[in-house]
């Protein structure tokens, strides 16, 4: 029971943190109301949504992708768990980023898709081919796929710094100086690195299984329920304390550690509620969502600012629609794919 409410929270919060990405790449003001756009109603409430409160998406994604490498880990079990990382990020990294690359040879060269797109011919060459398979050249939110690839090779480092307190507290501050002074150092950057980090000492930290009665009931559940609620509160008062710090500071690092407690936030509060509903199917298609998403939601955003050119109102409806919209397109190509194509999907969902 308790792992299926651990995979529960886990495929909630995955589809919640999806959905919020949707939103930080679906903001279309200026695209509907020109340089005006960005302070109409419109453009506040998509920034209020899409450029603030969406932000926590990305140390959720790193965090918990910690908590699912390091529970229950071991060091014996780094090949097995390199393994399921190949096949579950480095083949659908490749292929979706040639995929992109074809697509967008293919765009930039007919009429109507290349005034979509807004781009010059994209240039056929082994260096162009390389760049695209390698660093996401043409498939830009492939960054944090890039990003997963590099911290899975270091988690066997990663596991061994977190063991310790003291050690886990020196890289921490390492990485918050690193923030701080805006230097990534490696192609890994450092607010990822301490996401990830942080989602490892917290897994590594809470790896003591409670104790239960004979009657296989945790004795202790009520009071870990109320204790939950309280971080969760703690989470969001740090979250918008440092948020503020944020703002009239100008500086990265209070950002990032806002971004992080208010993850902890929302993980916290899933915690929180008693019985989640169960899943809906669409809902373990997230990273098939990802990686389509980008693609038809520029092709919405441009599409229907051609046809309502000027309209506040039909701008924010869009944006507010669009993980409907993306949603709806990700279970038609996942209902496609498992029907006339399964290996392909396999290919490039990782059998997820």
């Not at 944090?144 to 886990?168: D, E, M």
């Amino acid at each position: 029971m308790r792992e299926k409410r651990f995979r529960d929270n886990v495929t909630w919060m995955s589809f919640l943190l999806t959905l919020l990405v949707i939103w930080t790449h679906a903001l279309n003001a200026e695209l509907f109301l020109g340089e005006t756009g960005k302070s109409s109603a419109a453009g506040l409430t998509e920034s209020l949504l899409g450029e603030h409160l969406a932000q926590i998406a990305v140390p959720g994604f790193f965090m918990m992708s910690a908590v699912l490498f390091f529970r229950n880990y071991r060091p014996e079990d780094t090949l097995r768990k390199w393994e399921r990382r190949f096949r579950s990020l480095v083949i659908p990294y490749f292929s979706w980023n040639l995929l992109y690359y074809l697509g967008y040879l293919i765009a930039t060269r007919a009429p109507v898709l290349r005034e979509i797109t807004g781009k010059e011919e994209v240039p056929v060459s082994l260096k162009e081919l390389l760049e695209a398979l390698l660093l996401y050249k043409y498939n830009h939110v492939f960054w944090f796929v890039f990003q997963l690839i590099l911290l899975a090779l270091l988690s066997p480092l990663v596991w061994y710094i977190v063991q310790r307190r003291t050690s886990f507290t020196v890289m921490f501050l390492l990485l918050c100086a690193f923030i701080f002074l805006k230097a990534d150092p490696t192609p890994l950057n450092s607010d990822a690195l301490l996401y990830y980090m942080t989602g490892a000492r917290a897994v590594t930290a809470l790896s003591q299984k409670p104790g239960r009665n004979r009657s296989g009931q945790d004795p202790g559940r009520n009071r870990r329920s109320q204790k939950t609620m309280r971080a969760g509160l703690v989470f969001m008062t740090a979250a918008l304390l440092l948020y503020c710090i944020a703002l009239i500071s100008r500086n990265d690092l209070p950002l990032v550690l806002s971004r992080l407690m208010a993850a902890a936030c929302l993980w916290t509060l899933l915690l929180c509620i008693r019985k989640l509903p169960a899943p809906s199917p669409i809902m373990y298609e997230t990273f098939l969502i990802y990686a389509i998403h980008f693609a038809p939601l520029r092709l919405i955003n441009k599409s229907a600012a051609a046809l309502f050119p000027g309209n506040a109102a039909a701008a924010l409806l869009v944006f507010l629609l669009m993980p409907l919209m993306v949603l709806g397109i990700a279970w038609i190509v996942n209902r496609i794919g498992e029907k006339y194509c399964p290996a392909l999907l396999h290919l490039f969902t990782g059998g997820r």
